[in-house]
């Protein structure tokens, strides 16, 4: 598969590239080019954007993927957007990148010498990928109600009514609620399973996780 898109195609089941060109077309609200953002210009946005454009998503595990980027290449790109974003949060956006491109170790050296709610959300996904279940657990329960959830369950609620997967909708989001723990347990579940027929789609999940978490980080104010 070529790109994240045809990856998201693949998992949900939509028509193929010839159809669509753009996750504008697709009813997903996976967008990263529609953010808007009070800390950045547009430009700093798109170009954010073209880091986790990659040819699929990261895994649920601490496995690579080929193509994704050196840490010495993403950071030469990070550098210069980052270099008027409060020091806090271009720290939480270039550990959400460094978990996108597989870089855990790296990932994980910035997210647990950060304070607060994101920094426990980057430190709970890097440590759900290592995998350490019961340690990604407690970085969610010093999460709390992240203000993302809100907008992680609106779009994983459209991704899994599309594949009519509703055993799983009522797993990931009672109430309509986003729960992380049993996002956790269906991937622990799921690493558990050989070949596991539900590991695309919660890959799709995870990465529909991330992107909303860096749009949330994108949209800090400074005075946060």
């Known amino acids: 598969m070529e790109t994240i898109q045809d990856y998201l195609r693949f998992a949900i089941g939509f028509p193929t590239r010839a ?13 990263p080019a529609s953010l808007k ?37 993403l950071e030469k790109k990070l550098s210069p957007l980052l270099a008027s974003v409060p020091a806090p949060t271009g720290e939480a956006i270039r550990a959400a990148i460094l978990l996108w491109h597989d870089h855990l170790d790296a990932a994980h050296a910035i997210s647990q010498n950060m304070a607060g709610a994101d920094g426990s959300y980057l430190h709970g996904i890097m440590h759900r990928r290592e995998p350490d279940y019961s340690n990604a657990k407690y970085w969610f329960h010093r999460v709390g109600k992240h203000r993302a959830f809100s907008e992680v369950a609106k779009r994983v609620d459209v991704l899994l009514k599309s594949k009519s997967a509703g055993a799983l909708e009522k797993q990931l989001l009672p109430n ?39 749009e949330h980080l994108c949209n800090l104010r400074k005075a946060e």
């Open 19 to 31: 159809t669509f060109s753009s996750f504008s077309e697709l009813n997903l609200h996976f967008r």
């Open 37 to 73: 953002c009070r800390t950045m210009n547009q430009a700093t946005l798109n170009a954010l954007k073209e880091l986790i454009a990659t040819s699929a998503p990261p895994h649920l595990g601490p496995q690579t993927r080929a193509h994704t980027g050196s840490i010495s290449m």
């Open 176 to 214: 309509g609620e986003w729960d992380s723990f049993a996002f956790i347990d269906a991937c622990q579940a799921a690493a558990n399973r050989s070949p596991d027929s539900q590991a695309e789609l919660l890959r799709a999940i995870q990465a529909i996780e991330i992107e909303v978490l860096l």
